[in-house]
């Protein structure tokens, strides 16, 4: 087989699949299967630039920055919807629209309201070209890059597609994706989102393509506008936009009667709970599209949909006690402790409280009866106080002043919602919280310990810092309570082999404030080893790709505290690795620091990851639009040409590739 059919017959393979996987929910090959694919794609793309394709699988991975989303005006408005809440106003807007058309009778499709951000998709001969977000409706942001790394988001068509068309939906979370992606935030020591609409929302206009890669989006249609479209009602568009291969949830129904459709709408308020996704109603469409067009707009919305809004769900119960949680990194979490109540199927014993102001504004106290509604969130929230409740003797919330495990003095820096405990080395739930993270999978994976056994070991006084892992002793371990020669031996030997896992997630391990995974293997690229990076100012650390003032700062006071230097010191001192390896920094280098690159076309010696990998391994910066503050632009063959007319207009040097590789 000749290369290019190689590439286009594993390309089309890769496409089908991800179509199975994440469009129709059915995977026919393991995800084994499908990576050893994606990587031999990937290394045959790497090799022949010349058969580059912008709808390529590999794309999907993400890579691209976006520092400033360009503005696009909607080709045709996104419009917002009318609400209904009752029967009664169903049938008022059918008469309405039977009035309008002059007609006895009309159909309707019934779709499900999908709760996330709206987008809208360009499709050009058969290819995505461009996503915009709603906006303001006349006009969004092109967030293109970000939503080619969804993998229910076609970027090559199958079947008769029209050779022009927009098509709208909804990116949303699906419930489960949100809850692993904050148990992810939890364990980073960051604070959980709020719910999946904000997060999904957020999600869109995240700057690198790779984090939105990461997370797990969907995009969900419903709606499809342009010339000359082969199809005549709004269910047959629905049928149309599924065999192109677009994900459109098939619980939409045709109703003939407005009866039907509250049969529609009832069913649904009940079984959303076993949705993999949130919706908070059913949008009714006139379904003959001669019949849409002739209804038109309002100056707002669409008069031939409709959307019926689900009731929040929403209970009443007593709030016995707020409570207050103590994370590891000491931020205060108050907890409302409810009388246990059945809401939207699940019984519901607490609630959070988020912090002392939400308390405060909404004059939360212990003995109110509460109104908890289960919208968004996983965890239900209070909305309100049933004030014609509230106990004769009751008293305004005083919040918490000192730690609940420690009795410090609880702080509050200016600007932030949160309550903290301030003593970080001395308070027992920070120091075991901590040491659980050190020992965690993603940082040292410590086999043969887990966090009961942390807390027993601190409560036994074995333990006081994860530094003290190091000195423990088969001896100390075996009297412990459950343990035995073995797993005391296994313990050792677990914590031993541990000496040997890489800086960056070493780095990680150490449980610094805000600095997760991906802000651990930034910092350990840029400053190679530990004594490098404890030195380190506020504004060097800003000037490293994606480390922002409150990271820094976070960095810069952890390495100030004098016994988070004594570990440190410790923990070099038993072998822990504290410096890249010399494989690491072999790929390395400086020549680039303080440049910024884009890079555009195609490249014959190299491929375009290759290259960009090469700029970063280099100290330099990567960005995707061209700007005042680009240092070159590194152009290939075929170029666009507006990239060159910018760089041009700002006086940035355009550089070739061999220029580009003669400067590494
Ligand atoms: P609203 O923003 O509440 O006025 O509702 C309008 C929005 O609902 C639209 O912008 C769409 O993004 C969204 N929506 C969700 N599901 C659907 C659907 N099935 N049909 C039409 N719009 C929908
Ligand atoms: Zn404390």
């Not at 206009?205 to 479209?229: F, H, M, N, T, W």
Request: net charge negative.
């Amino acid at each position: 087989m000749k290369v290019r059919e190689h590439i286009e017959s594993l390309r089309d393979e890769l496409r089908a699949h991800n179509y199975n996987y994440y469009v129709l929910d059915n995977p026919t090959i393991s995800d084994f299967e499908f990576d050893t694919k994606l990587k031999e794609l990937q290394v045959l793309e790497e090799k022949h630039p010349e058969f580059y394709d912008a709808s390529s699988p590999t794309l999907r991975v993400g890579g691209a920055i976006t520092k400033n989303f360009e503005t696009i005006v909607h080709e045709s408005r996104m419009y917002s919807l009318d609400n209904s809440y009752s029967k009664e106003d169903l049938e008022d807007w059918e008469k309405r629209v039977l009035k309008n058309l002059g007609v006895e009778k009309v159909e309707f499709t019934c779709e499900l309201k999908y709760d996330g951000a709206s987008i809208s998709l360009t499709y050009e001969e058969g290819r995505l070209v461009r996503a915009v977000t709603r906006g303001d409706g006349f006009q969004g942001d092109d967030v293109t890059a970000n939503i080619k790394t969804i993998k229910s988001v076609p970027l090559q068509l199958k079947g008769d597609y029209p050779d022009k068309f927009d098509i709208r939906g909804e990116i949303i979370l699906t419930l489960e994706g949100f809850a692993k992606m904050n148990q992810e935030r939890i364990a980073n020591g960051e604070e959980a989102y709020m719910n999946p609409r904000n997060t999904a929302s957020g999600s869109l206009k995240l700057q690198d393509s790779a984090l939105v890669a990461q997370r797990p989006l969907e995009c969900l249609l419903y709606s499809i506008v342009g010339k000359d479209l082969n199809f005549d009602s709004q269910f047959a568009m629905l049928e149309k936009a599924r065999e192109w291969g677009f994900k459109v949830p098939t619980v939409a129904k045709l109703c003939k009667t407005t009866e039907e459709v509250m049969q529609f709408v009832e069913e649904w308020d009940v079984k959303r709970h076993d949705l993999p996704y949130e919706t908070d109603g059913v949008v009714v469409k006139v379904n003959n599209l001669r019949h849409q067009e002739e209804l038109g707009y309002t100056a707002k919305a669409p008069r031939w949909a409709m959307a019926y809004k689900f009731k929040a769900e929403q209970v009443s119960t007593v709030l016995n006690e707020i409570t207050y949680q103590v994370g590891r990194t000491g931020a205060i979490t108050p907890v409302a402790n409810l009388e246990p109540v059945l809401l939207a199927g699940t019984t519901v014993k607490r609630a959070s409280l988020h912090n002392a102001d939400q308390i405060e504004k909404l004059d939360i106290r212990e003995g109110d009866t509460v109104f908890v509604e289960k919208g968004g969130e996983i965890i239900p929230k209070i909305i309100a106080v049933d004030f014609t409740k509230r106990p004769h003797n009751s008293k305004p919330t005083a919040y918490r002043t000192h730690c609940p495990e420690c009795d410090t003095e609880l702080e509050r820096k200016e600007g932030e919602a949160q309550h903290f405990c301030p003593n970080d080395t001395g308070c027992p739930t920070q120091i075991t919280g901590r040491i659980q993270h050190f020992i965690s999978r993603k940082a040292m994976d410590i086999e043969g310990l887990g966090g009961e056994t942390v807390e027993l070991l601190f409560k036994e006084g074995l333990i006081k810092n994860y530094a003290d892992l190091y000195m423990l002793t088969k001896e100390q371990v075996m009297p412990l309570e459950r343990m035995a020669e073995k797993s005391a031996e296994n313990l050792v030997n677990g914590v031993a082999a541990s000496k040997t896992i890489p800086f960056e997630r070493v780095l990680f391990g150490l449980g610094i404030r805000y600095v997760g995974e991906t802000v651990a293997k930034k910092l350990a690229k840029a400053y190679k080893n530990i004594d490098a990076l404890m030195i380190a100012k506020d504004e060097e650390l800003v000037a490293v790709d994606e480390i922002g003032e409150r990271i820094a700062e976070s960095v810069v006071q952890f390495f100030n505290n004098e016994t988070n230097q004594e570990i440190v010191a410790r923990l070099k001192s038993y072998g822990l690795q504290f410096s890249l390896s010399e494989e690491q920094l072999q790929n390395q280098s400086d020549t680039l620091k303080g440049k910024t690159f884009v890079v555009s076309g195609v490249f014959e010696s190299i491929g375009r990851a290759e290259l960009k990998k090469l700029i970063e391994d280099n100290g330099g910066k990567v960005s995707s639009s061209i700007s005042s503050k680009t240092s070159f632009l590194v152009a290939g063959a075929n170029m666009g040409p507006s990239k060159k007319t910018k760089a041009e207009g700002l006086g940035v040097p355009i550089i070739s590739e061999q220029e580009f590789l003669g400067m590494v």
